[in-house]
Every structure is written in C-alpha cells, then in structure tokens.
C-alpha cells in the first residue's frame, strides 16, 4: 500500500472528508508510489474554520514571535536538508544535486527571507505642510490562499506562505497534486517549529476541484497563484467578481539574447543552464535563443555538441545533469511540440525524442535535451510556453529586429542579454517587455527585488516589500494640526 499523504487542518493531520485519494508518481521510476487527498470544498470549509480560530490569537502575535517561528522553520528546513533533497528528487524526477544545492535551501532561505525581512518593514508617512500628517498602518488581510506549481515544489510554495505569514495572515495553501510531498513534509515541520494550530493550513488536490474551492471560498481574501496563464484567468473570473486581492505568477517564453561581442565561454555554459535546467521546467528558462547572424555557426556547433554530451539519466546519481520530466502526460506535451516544430519547418540540432535509461529507471518519464533552428520567429513552436528540455534558435542582425521578435510572444517574464557593450545592455533592458532582465546572466536572484511578469506572464510582484505589501492592507490616517 502507497505511503498516504494528509491534510494538515488546524494542526492535525486528516484525511480528505471525500475518503478519496489521487496517485502521487515518482515519474524517474514511471509509478506510482504514493497517494494524495483529494480533497474538496468541505475540506477548505473546515480549514477555513480553524483559521478563523486561529486568527483571533494569531493577529495579536508580536512580528518578533511570528519571525521566530518562520526562522525556526527555516533552520529545521536546513536540518532536514537531505530528507528533504530526496522526497522533492523523488516526486519531480530533478537531479539531486539540484534539490540539494537550490530547492531545499532556497526554501529553507524564503522563511529566513520573511522571517528577518518583517522586522525591517514600515510604512510611509505623507506631511501636509502646516496643516497636518498622514501616517499609513499596514495590517495582515486575514485569510488567505495560496496556490503553487509542480515545478519548483517547496520553492515556490515557501515563496508565498513565508511572506503571507510574516505579515501577520492566516494561510490555506494548496501544493500541486502532482509534486505535495515537501509540502506535507512541511506541515510536520511547521508543527515542530511551534506554529499555532489553524495559522498554517495545507490542504492536498486537484486545481479544478480543491483549488477552485480556495479561490471562491468568501472568506479567503486573497489569492497568491503560481502556475500556468490560462489557470490564471480561470482564477482571476472567479476571484475578480468578488473583489479579491490576487497576485498571478504565470507562464514565460523568454529570449536570450546573444550579442557577437559576448564572452563566449560563459554566455555558453550559462545558457546550457537557462535552457536545460530542471530539464527546462522553469518559467524563468530561455527557449527562445537569438543569436547574432556572425556568431551563429559557432554557437550551434558548440551548443549542440555540449547539449548532446549533458547527462540524462537516474535523478539520484549525483552525476545527472538532467533528470526524468515530472509526468508523462508533461512529455507527451512536450514531444508533441517536437513534432509540431518539425512540421513547421524546424531543423533538429540534437535531441529531439524521449529518452530510455538502463535500469531502475527504464521506465521513466525522460526526454534528450533539444535544439531546434530553422523556424521563423512567429510560428506557433515560438510562440508558445513548452516547459521542457526544448530550445530554438533564432538569428538577428539588428537591435532592433531583435527587439521586435523578442516581444512578439504573448508573455513577458524574463530575458536575457549578453553584450559587452554596456549603453545597448541598458537600451535593450529598456525595451525589452519582461519583469525582470539580466544582463551577462541568468537566474541570478536577490529576494529583495521585484519578481513576476508583464502581458500574459502575470499581475503583481513577488519578493520583498512588493510581497509584504500585497499580504497586508494599507489604512491612511490622517491627522489635523
Ligand atoms: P497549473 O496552472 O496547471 O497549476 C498550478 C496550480 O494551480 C496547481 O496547484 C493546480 O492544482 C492549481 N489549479 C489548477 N486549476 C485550478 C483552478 N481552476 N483553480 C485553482 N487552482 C487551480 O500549472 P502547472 O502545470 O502546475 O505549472 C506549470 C506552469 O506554471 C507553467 O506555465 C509555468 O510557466 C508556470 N510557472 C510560473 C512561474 C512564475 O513565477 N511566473 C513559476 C513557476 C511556474
């Protein structure tokens, strides 16, 4: 019988009312190895209600005991790092070595982030010359939702709910169904770091069902989403009408942008990262390549050749370089755009099919890092999110021509530029459609700044203050002199 994984209500662990249960798979291995609640409306009632108890006390914590909490959870984070590594390598496919060095301690660095960072924040206050002074309080909204991806598991879903608590709320959270593992392994966590019970409430399963359940539950005041665009309306016709906070991280098709005049050797090897890590799963990944027209030969060559010789295989060898994709239904999705390349006139570099690994993992889920050139930048392969091992190549001559394909798509996350020339860096960071741009690198995060998207990438920002401030409610006070 498959180890259960259970809601975590009021401090206590449950199982889903509805006594169903989804199958939670290890897409390394191709099996199911686990089960998920699969929860529904009664089970987001009865969290709600044990928030609403919860919140009584917890809106009177001092900010000093609510960081100390969200540090003691970090720490134990970090104590458990292995354990940890493991189950999100386990339930993703991603390499080891990548749970190891970035999930788990990204994580354990979001709760550390929002632990100190609420200690520093203040408000504004506006002077009315001789007349008087406006001071603005900033208080917690109350309950909240939180809703994660599968790709970046307990990364993503500490992004939200360390700062939602920080600020003083109440949380429902809902891991994907797909990867709940480190969110259920959080909850003990949270319980042995002395969170009170009903503060913190994760409850398991499917968007449609449990998910929806959140978003239009009347008493959840606000939605922090992460996850692909069109659920992202789906959320946002629901939470609009009912005048909800909502903060929307959705999907990317981002340039990277190559200058002939680049260092070579590490745009080369970053970009083999920006393309291929967490076999391309990162809303942050550059799928679209441009190149300047005299580099272009020697990037294909180069980058094809090292593409080719990146390790896919078994995520526990500390050796993998790329691990298995997160299900199967993923890479059919995923080769199915390979197909659809190579009839929009796409020339495969490398890859291109799914690939077996000998032994333990002969029937998972993986797939050959791919480059494809030959498209024009406007086709649908182009055009539209993958969010896999897949990249395409595309070629530039002018600045401005590159511009224009690079905001031809409908997202606007990220991009990136590699130039030595720093008046076009800056020109190009100008106008470039993107949340955030980086210059000679790629992913290269300081939590304090403003993460999220323009266009169909997203509405709001994550990070820092920006974060702090969508978690609480500003009031003006106006004073008279
Ligand atoms: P998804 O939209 O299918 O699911 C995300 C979460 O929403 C899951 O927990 C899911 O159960 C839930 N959900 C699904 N339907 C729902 C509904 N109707 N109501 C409420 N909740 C619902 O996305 P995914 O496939 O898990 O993740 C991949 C997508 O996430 C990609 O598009 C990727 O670009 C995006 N992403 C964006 C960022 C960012 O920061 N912008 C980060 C990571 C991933």
């Not at 991603?94 to 982030?113: E, G, H, M, Y």
Request: with cysteine.
């Amino acid at each position: 019988m498959a180890k259960l994984i259970k809601n975590f209500i009021n401090g206590t662990f449950y199982e889903p009312l509805t006594k169903e249960y989804i199958k939670n798979f290890n897409p390394a291995i191709g099996e199911a190895y686990m089960q998920v609640p699969s929860s529904a409306a009664d089970d987001i009632e009865m969290a709600v209600r044990a928030a609403q108890r919860a919140w009584v006390s917890w809106s009177k914590f001092s900010i000093e005991k609510r960081a100390r909490i969200l540090i003691r959870i970090a720490d134990l984070i970090e104590q458990n790092l292995e354990e940890f590594a493991i189950a999100e390598t386990e339930d993703t496919g991603k390499p080891i070595t990548l749970s190891r060095t970035v999930d788990i301690p990204r994580s354990a660095a979001n709760f550390r982030f929002f632990g100190t960072a609420i200690r520093h924040f203040a408000s504004e206050s506006h002077a009315m010359e001789g007349q008087g002074i406006n001071y603005t309080l900033r208080k917690p909204i109350g309950i909240v939702g939180c809703i994660s991806p599968w790709n970046l598991p307990l990364y993503l879903f500490s992004w939200k709910i360390a700062p939602a608590l920080a600020a003083g709320n109440c949380v429902i959270g809902k891991p994907s169904e797909v990867t709940p593992r480190t969110a259920f392994m959080l909850s003990e966590i949270a319980k042995e770091a002395g969170m009170p019970n009903g503060v913190l409430n994760i409850v398991h399963g499917l968007g449609p069902k449990v998910g929806k359940a959140i978003v239009e539950h009347p008493e959840i005041k606000a939605i922090s989403f992460t996850g692909g665009s069109q659920t992202g309306v789906e959320i946002a016709k629901k939470a609009g009408p009912m005048l909800k906070k909502m903060s929307l991280e959705l999907g990317g098709k981002n340039p990277n942008i190559i200058f002939a005049d680049c260092d070579f050797d590490k745009m080369l090897s970053t970009t083999l990262r920006s393309s291929f890590r967490n076999q391309g799963q990162i809303c942050l990944c550059g799928s679209r390549i441009f190149v300047e027209r005299p580099l272009l030969e020697r990037f294909k060559t180069e980058f094809a050749a090292k593409a080719y010789m990146m390790k896919v295989g078994d995520p526990m060898d500390k050796e993998t370089v790329i691990g298995s994709l997160v299900s199967e239904n993923h890479l059919n999705k995923v080769l199915h755009y390979v197909e659809l390349a190579k009839e929009e006139g796409g020339t495969i570099l490398t890859g291109g099919k799914q690939m077996r690994i000998k032994g333990r993992c002969s029937r998972g889920w993986f797939m050959e890092p791919t480059i494809i050139a030959d498209l024009p930048y406007d086709c649908r392969t182009n055009q539209e999110e993958i969010f896999g091992p897949v990249v395409t190549i595309i070629p530039f001559d002018e600045e401005a021509e590159v511009i224009q394909m690079a905001n031809s798509v409908e997202y606007g996350l990220s991009a990136s530029v590699w130039t030595q020339n720093l008046t076009r860096a800056h020109k190009m960071a100008e106008q470039l459609e993107a949340g955030i741009v980086w210059i000679n690198t790629w992913m290269m995060r300081d939590l304090r700044t403003p993460f999220g998207g323009v266009k169909n990438s997203g509405l709001g920002r994550e990070g820092g203050w920006e974060a702090l401030r969508f978690f609480t409610e500003p009031k003006n006070v106006c004073i008279a002199y």
